[in-house]
């Protein structure tokens, strides 16, 4: 679909951290038996996105998302700050539209002051300094919806003192009032979230915390901006380990049916689907059939400098196709809303 770009009010940016191509081969062909049949690559718009930062052909988690989250290139390892250059803060997407009156919300499975939502909620030259970037997202920055891990900089406490509605666990989650609340932070455990494999016991889901997340941005009639990360599809790729990276991509899958059955029918959207990288080096060799984890090999524990793919639906998404590099995704949502 087409859209004028004047239209854009809505903007839902999906990342699958260490998210290659054969990432999303090898779940699709553990989900169905099939190649090509995740939600997301029935988008109608799709690329490749090369990913360097400005210090290394290999890009981190943080620099690939500033990359995204601002349009410049950073070292890897900084979050939304001009490094190279002036040590700047770099206005961010998430900042953008918050300036506009838009909601803002920030979802991962990693603890949320990791670097991909630090990124786009904070600016720091360093991705650890865990504690200034949950002070900057409760004090600064302010997004309408926190949901991940918790500790790691991040507190209860902290948070209710600066406004944020606290909830702990799924029961907590599922619950909430949506339709008064505007600013809650999900601290859902003391760290990042357990593996789909494993089970996440009293836990939500990254599909369940999107949810919820659009119930209670979509209440502002000036629309919305929010980020959700799978982000353990990276630390499944690094541990080389494809049954739980299997299972976090069709997580994140399934989180993408969520979105779109939010969006179905709307002329005033815009949804990417990417990651930030790729993690492992993983390669399929073997379908074994749906419900079997297929056969791979793997190159690497550690990123690799594989372009990875970009999905776009809604407005302005028909700008999507080809070789992209990651900052043309921050001038795709820009342009987008003039």
């Known amino acids: 679909m087409r859209a004028e770009p004047n239209l854009l009010k809505n903007v839902i940016f999906c990342i699958g951290d260490g998210m290659g191509f054969e990432k999303v081969k090898a779940a699709g062909l553990y989900a169905h038996g099939e190649a090509g049949t995740l939600s997301f690559e029935a988008f109608p718009y799709q690329g490749e996105v090369t990913t360097h930062s400005a210090d290394s052909s290999m890009t981190d988690s943080a620099a690939a998302a500033t990359a995204m989250a601002t349009g410049f290139k950073v070292n890897n390892g900084v979050l939304s700050t001009a490094l190279p250059g002036d040590g700047r803060e770099l206005y961010t997407l998430l900042e953008y539209f918050r300036d506009q009156g838009k909601s803002t919300g920030l979802v991962s499975t990693t603890f949320i ?3 991909t939502p630090a990124a786009f909620g904070a600016h720091n030259p360093k991705r650890g ?3 200034e970037i949950a002070d900057d997202y409760l004090n600064y920055t302010r997004p309408n919806v926190l949901f991940g891990g918790g500790g790691n900089g991040i507190s209860t406490a902290a948070a209710e003192a600066a406004a944020y509605t606290v909830v702990t666990n799924r029961r907590e989650l599922l619950t909430l009032d949506t339709e008064n609340l505007t600013r809650v932070s999900g601290q859902f455990g003391d760290t990042n979230l357990p593996y789909e494999y494993d089970g996440l016991g009293e836990l939500p889901h990254l599909s369940e915390m999107a949810a919820t997340a ?3 941005l979509a209440g502002n009639p000036a629309g919305f901006f929010l980020m959700i990360e799978g982000g353990r599809i990276d630390h499944a790729g690094h541990s080389n380990d494809i049954e739980r990276n299997v299972c976090e991509t069709i997580e994140f899958s399934n989180t993408l049916r969520v979105v779109m059955n939010w969006s179905k029918g709307r002329n005033d959207t815009l949804v990417i689907v990417t ?12 379908n074994n059939g749906p419900g079997n984890f297929p056969t791979v090999t793997w190159s690497t524990a550690g990123h690799t400098e594989t372009n990875v793919p970009v999905y776009g639906w809604g407005v302005n998404a028909g700008r999507i196709g080809g070789v992209m590099d990651n900052t043309d995704l ?3 949502v820009r342009n987008g809303i003039g």
Not at 275 to 286: R, S, Y
């Open 214 to 216: 659009l119930d209670i």
């Open 113 to 115: 002051t990791h670097a």
């Open 129 to 131: 300094n865990l504690a």
């Open 330 to 332: 921050y001038n795709i």
């Open 275 to 286: 990651a930030d990288h790729e993690t492992g080096g993983l390669k399929v060799l073997e």
